[in-house]
């Protein structure tokens, strides 16, 4: 394609019809590059995970209280989710938390190993949780991050139950 110049009140630019191809060629290139990211979010076997949680506000004595806690007490959500921007904005709240109430939420999940790979390594993605969470799989502390909104992952492997049996977080 060649360049048309156009010369106007002494001003030497590209002809309009060149600015309309460079704009279609940066939204081609823009649609490419986000249906590559969205292919890219999830490796072979890979599974969002998002769906069927259940949530409590307030405190827990322990993960296994997650599991004994009667059903009513916890609301079902799906993530992400976020408790505190269903109160009111108030001033007695800090500006760090938006002016929002903070606390102590707990989330849970029942599971079942996939079948597709009962011998393979199994690991959780968080994009980000707010902060000081910790995360539980069976009983079992799978780790903690005192920052929040930062990604993160942990293994699974060695404390999921076997296919058939019910995983609890």
């Not at 949680?53 to 599991?67: E, P």
Request: hydrophobic share 40%.
């Amino acid at each position: 394609m060649t360049q048309q110049r156009c010369f106007s009140e002494g001003k030497i630019g590209l002809a309009k019809g060149y600015k309309n191809y460079r704009l279609k060629l940066f939204c081609t290139f823009f649609a490419c590059l986000l249906v590559m990211s969205v292919f890219a979010q999830l490796p072979e076997g890979a599974k969002l995970f998002n769906d069927g949680w259940s949530f409590h506000k307030g405190d827990l004595d322990s993960a296994n209280g997650a599991v004994t806690i009667k059903a009513g007490d916890w609301q079902p959500v799906d993530l992400p989710h976020d408790w505190s921007i269903l109160a009111p904005f108030s001033q007695k709240w800090a500006s760090a938390t938006g002016y929002l109430p903070g606390g102590i939420g707990w989330y849970k999940k029942a599971f079942n190993l996939n079948k597709q790979y009962p011998d393979g390594k199994y690991f959780i993605y968080f994009g980000g949780i707010y902060k000081h969470s910790k995360v539980w799989l069976n009983g079992h502390l799978l780790g903690r991050r005192p920052n929040g909104f930062v990604s993160f992952f942990y293994e699974l492997t060695p404390y999921l139950k076997i296919v058939g049996l019910m995983n609890f977080w």
